[in-house]
Each structure stands twice: as structure tokens, then as C-alpha cells.
């Protein structure tokens, strides 16, 4: 089952612009994670957030959380082709982290 | 520091017949996770080890699928036998921990199976 929903499915912008997309999930969660995948290669972790905390800075990546509405969006500013990729929200489900489908982000050059 | 590793990069085998994955984690790693991920989907595990033992493996195909870890270490999936469906990615990551600090997953690049 996947409880995180990535919106939207896929992205396309052009090289310079930012970039935003959004995670949202069904229960309740102690941190929430985002990961890229590059075509053909394994997820690299990019930033964990605790439910705790509202927003977190990693180079040009900002991730904010609201559990309230039970949502998180990754900001990628000043994009770059090699962002290229698929981005995954994860959210830890007891004891095991749970992927969403993904956002497939194209940057133009 | 040596990442995850795996093997095979790419497997092609013919329905029915067996095909092993192999997974080598971040040395000190201690837990250890093989995932599935389907085409334009996110992967989804398929079980986790807490060194040689397997804490949470309910979303394993027993009827087909197998794993082991023994000596808490590098792992070995296994699908007896495979079925057309069973084509995927077949992700191995690891972690210090499950849980608190340490708890962020290192992904291996993947098994990429074709099953015809």
C-alpha cells in the first residue's frame, strides 16, 4: 500500500525556475523523508523532516511539513538539468518507511 | 566509503525458473531492507532484516520468495519460481538503525528482472 501521494505525477520546467512539489499522506507519522531517483539508479536521500519540525534547508532544497493538513512540499530552487529525476515522499509507518508513486521532474536546458 | 552494493545489475530469466539477488549494505549497517518497485511506482518493501534476523517481512510473497541474512550481514533474495509479474526493480538499501538517529536509508543501484 502506498500512503504517500506525490503531486503532480510529472513536472517539466525550464532550467533557473524552482521547482515544488507535493507530498500527501493518510496517518499520523513521526518523520518524513524525500528521495531522488535518477533514471536507472537507486533513491539518494535528500532531507528527513520530524513531525516536529515546520520547515529544513539543505543547498537549494526547502521542505515543509504540515501535519495538520497532513501534507509536505520539496522546493528545488534554481533548478538545474541535473535535477532531472523522480522525487519520492517516504513516510515511516511503525517501523518501515512507506513511498509514495513519485513525481517525475524534467528540467530543460 | 563503499555504498550498497548489488548483484546483478540485470537479470533476464524465463518464467519459472529461479533467480537470486544479491546485497552487500554499508559496512556497520546493522539493518538491511529489500524493496520491489514496479515500473513509475515507488518501491514498496518486501522485507527488513535487524542484522540476521527478519523483523517485518509481511509483505514477502512466501509462496515464491525467500531471504536470508546469515551472519547479519550481506543478504541473498530469492524467487522459486518466477513469474512474469515478478519483473521489477529489486532494491536492497540499509541503515545504522531502524529508528532515531542514524535511521536514513542508503539505497543500492537496483536488480533490474525481466521475466519472459
Known amino acids: 500500500s502506498q500512503q504517500g501521494e506525490e503531486d503532480p505525477q510529472a513536472l517539466s520546467i525550464q532550467e533557473g525556475e524552482n521547482a515544488t512539489m507535493n507530498c500527501s499522506y493518510k496517518?499520523?507519522?513521526?518523520?518524513l523523508q524525500w528521495y531522488r531517483q535518477n533514471s536507472g539508479r537507486g533513491l539518494v536521500h535528500l532531507i528527513l523532516?520530524?513531525?516536529?519540525?515546520r520547515e529544513k534547508h539543505s543547498g537549494r532544497l526547502r521542505v515543509t511539513l504540515d501535519t495538520s493538513k497532513k501534507s509536505s512540499s520539496l522546493l528545488i530552487t534554481a533548478s538545474r538539468a541535473a535535477d532531472t529525476a523522480s522525487y519520492f515522499c517516504?513516510?515511516?509507518?511503525?517501523?518501515?518507511?512507506?513511498f509514495g508513486t513519485g513525481t517525475r521532474l524534467k528540467v530543460l536546458a | 566509503e563503499a555504498g550498497v552494493v548489488q548483484s546483478p545489475r540485470y537479470k533476464i530469466i524465463e518464467k519459472k525458473q529461479p533467480v537470486a539477488f544479491w546485497c552487500n549494505p554499508i559496512?556497520?549497517?546493522?539493518?538491511l531492507y529489500w524493496y520491489r518497485q514496479n515500473l513509475g511506482q515507488g518501491p514498496e518493501l518486501l522485507i527488513r532484516?535487524?542484522?540476521?534476523?527478519?523483523?517485518?517481512d509481511s509483505q514477502l510473497p512466501k509462496d515464491r520468495f525467500s531471504a536470508e541474512r546469515l551472519k547479519g550481514v550481506d543478504s541473498t533474495l530469492k524467487i522459486q519460481p518466477a513469474e512474469l509479474g515478478d519483473s521489477a526493480v529489486y532494491l536492497c538499501?540499509?541503515?545504522?538503525?531502524?529508528?532515531?538517529?542514524?535511521?536514513?536509508?542508503?539505497f543500492g543501484p537496483g536488480t533490474r528482472l525481466l521475466v519472459l
Open positions: 496517518t499520523s507519522i513521526n518523520n
Open positions: 559496512s556497520g549497517h546493522n539493518t
Open positions: 523532516i520530524r513531525s516536529n519540525e
Open positions: 517516504a513516510t515511516d509507518d511503525v517501523y518501515k518507511y512507506i
Open positions: 538499501a540499509s541503515s545504522l538503525v531502524s529508528r532515531g538517529p542514524g535511521e536514513t536509508q542508503y
Open positions: 532484516y535487524e542484522n540476521e534476523e527478519a523483523v517485518d
